[in-house]
């Protein structure tokens, strides 16, 4: 039997819910399913407290679809609504749940790259970080957790899909010395995330703690652009080092890193610093230095609220050409002064101790 989007329902609605009795279809559990090119995909969603229970039908739905002519992966993520915290037993003797941000296990540390709006190249900053801390001997990693529009897998040239030994466990792929997870793995290009916030964050919390990262010195989570779900996620879940504030120099720009930056401010997470991206442009043809989105705004906006000012990245082709192309500047053209702007950032953040 080959796989189509009917014959994948029909073989979910034998799937039996313990709790309510009813198949998980009806239940309203299966979401965001995609049967394309002999991928399976879809979301299982879950009451949070029911998580350990609900894993066999995770596994029974995973071997079941497996099973079937074509199939060539298949990804059940199970994610939940968020839910009242139960009080305390006080009487049971019993240990409380870990409350608050957790530390990640075998992550020595967590840096967050963000951005107010986008289009302002925070991924491509992130990539290129990523890739140059590794050139330090760092070992690294990358969370893709820009769930909506993904670029890191084309901007590492990675592509395929993790596997998972046993249905729970993510193993993540690896190019230029990065390890690397990321939603656009699990997706094709073309294809969008028509995710509501429980499910995002659900799915960050899985990449988080369901991945096989390994032993990492650090790993940096490309965020996406705003204050919205999944910053407040992670911020919450997990023990973040510091954010590190992409933008450009224009004003409209300035205007939301301003508001990224008062979020982590209540969020409790430390600002590492600013990075001024696109601050200048030197005509490859006559050399005339040009300042296409202003010069120094950003520098002017970390003094303005202390923060550590940590560099500027040129406007300049290369740059473009080398993500597109899947080897981050840093790592295809190591000596051009494009990558070394990384660089020199990527060495301060490890003598001020950050990575």
């Given at each position: 039997m080959s796989?189509?989007?009917?014959?994948?329902?029909?073989?979910?609605?034998?799937?039996?819910?313990?709790?309510?009795?009813k198949d998980i279809v009806t239940a309203g559990m299966v979401r965001a399913l995609t049967v394309a090119d002999g991928a399976i995909r879809f979301v299982l969603e879950i009451d949070p407290a029911r998580s350990k229970a609900m894993e066999p039908v995770q596994?029974?739905?995973?071997?079941?679809?497996?099973?079937?002519?074509?199939?060539?992966?298949?990804?059940?993520?199970?994610?939940?609504?968020?839910a009242a915290p139960a009080p305390p037993d006080l009487g049971a003797g019993k240990k409380a749940e870990p409350t608050g941000p957790q530390k990640i296990p075998g992550i020595d540390r967590i840096i967050a790259v963000a951005?107010?709006?986008?289009?302002?190249?925070?991924?491509?900053?992130?990539?290129?970080?990523a890739a140059a801390l590794a050139a330090e001997g760092r070992?690294?990693?990358l969370l893709d957790a820009d769930v909506y529009g993904p670029s890191q897998p084309r901007m590492l040239g990675i592509s395929g899909r993790?596997?998972?030994?046993?249905?729970?466990?993510?193993?993540?792929?690896?190019?230029?010395g990065v390890t690397l997870m990321s939603i656009g793995l699990m997706t094709r290009e073309d294809e969008a995330v028509v995710w509501r916030g429980p499910m995002l964050m659900g799915a960050l919390q899985q990449m988080m703690s369901q991945v096989q990262w390994g032993a990492l010195d650090i790993l940096i989570v490309d965020l996406p652009p705003g204050t919205g779900d999944v910053q407040m996620t992670l911020a919450q879940?997990?023990?973040?080092?510091?954010?590190?504030?992409?933008?450009?120099?224009?004003?409209?720009?300035?205007?939301?890193?301003?508001?990224?930056l008062d979020m982590f401010d209540k969020l409790g997470t430390p600002v590492i610093g600013m990075i001024e991206n696109m601050?200048?442009?030197?005509?490859s043809q006559c050399g005339h230095e040009e300042h296409v989105f202003g010069h120094g705004g950003v520098t002017a906006e970390a003094e303005k609220l202390n923060a550590p000012f940590m560099g500027e990245i040129p406007l300049h082709i290369d740059i473009r050409l080398a993500s597109?192309?899947?080897?981050?500047?840093?790592?295809?053209?190591?000596?051009?002064?494009?990558?070394?702007?990384?660089?020199?950032?990527?060495?301060?953040?490890?003598?001020?101790?950050?990575a």
């Amino acid at each position: 039997m080959s796989a189509t989007r009917e014959v994948v329902l029909d073989i979910l609605g034998n799937i039996i819910d313990p709790i309510s009795n009813k198949d998980i279809v009806t239940a309203g559990m299966v979401r965001a399913l995609t049967v394309a090119d002999g991928a399976i995909r879809f979301v299982l969603e879950i009451d949070p407290a029911r998580s350990k229970a609900m894993e066999p039908v995770q596994q029974q739905a995973q071997q079941e679809l497996e099973a079937l002519d074509g199939v060539t992966s298949v990804s059940v993520v199970m994610t939940a609504h968020s839910a009242a915290p139960a009080p305390p037993d006080l009487g049971a003797g019993k240990k409380a749940e870990p409350t608050g941000p957790q530390k990640i296990p075998g992550i020595d540390r967590i840096i967050a790259v963000a951005s107010g709006k986008g289009g302002v190249g925070k991924s491509t900053v992130s990539a290129n970080l990523a890739a140059a801390l590794a050139a330090e001997g760092r070992k690294v990693g990358l969370l893709d957790a820009d769930v909506y529009g993904p670029s890191q897998p084309r901007m590492l040239g990675i592509s395929g899909r993790p596997s998972s030994p046993d249905g729970t466990t993510i193993l993540p792929l690896r190019n230029h010395g990065v390890t690397l997870m990321s939603i656009g793995l699990m997706t094709r290009e073309d294809e969008a995330v028509v995710w509501r916030g429980p499910m995002l964050m659900g799915a960050l919390q899985q990449m988080m703690s369901q991945v096989q990262w390994g032993a990492l010195d650090i790993l940096i989570v490309d965020l996406p652009p705003g204050t919205g779900d999944v910053q407040m996620t992670l911020a919450q879940k997990a023990e973040v080092t510091g954010v590190v504030v992409v933008s450009t120099p224009q004003d409209v720009a300035l205007i939301d890193a301003r508001k990224a930056l008062d979020m982590f401010d209540k969020l409790g997470t430390p600002v590492i610093g600013m990075i001024e991206n696109m601050s200048t442009h030197i005509c490859s043809q006559c050399g005339h230095e040009e300042h296409v989105f202003g010069h120094g705004g950003v520098t002017a906006e970390a003094e303005k609220l202390n923060a550590p000012f940590m560099g500027e990245i040129p406007l300049h082709i290369d740059i473009r050409l080398a993500s597109d192309g899947g080897a981050p500047i840093v790592v295809s053209k190591p000596n051009s002064k494009q990558a070394q702007a990384f660089r020199t950032i990527a060495r301060k953040m490890i003598d001020d101790g950050h990575a």
